[in-house]
Nanobody, 124 residues
Framework: VQLQASGGGLVQAGGSLRLSCEASGFNSRSWNMAWFRQAPGKEREFVAIIRSTNYKDYSEFVKGRFAISRDNAKNTVYLQMNSLKFEDTAVYYC???????????????????WGQGTLVTVSS
């Protein structure tokens, strides 16, 4: 199982970025795929998840601004980030699981596989 995150960069506040997470070694179609982020000195926090059923959920900090999606043909999950704020600055990680952790899917500890992360820097 490998997860390759990309698409990060430097953007001004109010701008947009789209992150990609390409999966290999498994078919992500049947997996629940999620994005987390970690800012310097802070714990890793949940951003968004898309279930194998296409159910989606977001953290309160990004709801209405970010959108998670998947392209099963490309075995890739995306995170479209709009109206970026300075506080969105972090390393963004993708992860996934075949198990649906009811009530716990926002916890990074339930996931076994992580990508290397991609840095998003939002200038104010």
């Amino acid at each position: 199982v490998q997860l390759q995150a990309s698409g990060g960069g430097l953007v001004q506040a109010g701008g947009s970025l789209r992150l990609s997470c390409e999966a290999s070694g498994f078919n992500s179609r049947s997996w629940n795929m999620a994005w987390f982020r970690q800012a310097p000195g802070k714990e890793r926090e949940f951003v968004a998840i898309i279930r194998s059923t296409n159910y989606k959920d977001y953290s309160e900090f990004v709801k209405g601004r970010f959108a998670i999606s998947r392209d099963n043909a490309k075995n890739t999950v995306y995170l479209q980030m709009n109206s970026l704020k300075f506080e969105d600055t972090a390393v963004y990680y993708c992860t996934g699981s075949r198990t649906w952790y009811i009530g716990r899917y926002h916890l990074p500890t339930v996931y076994d596989y992580w990508g290397q992360g991609t840095l998003v820097t939002v200038s104010s």
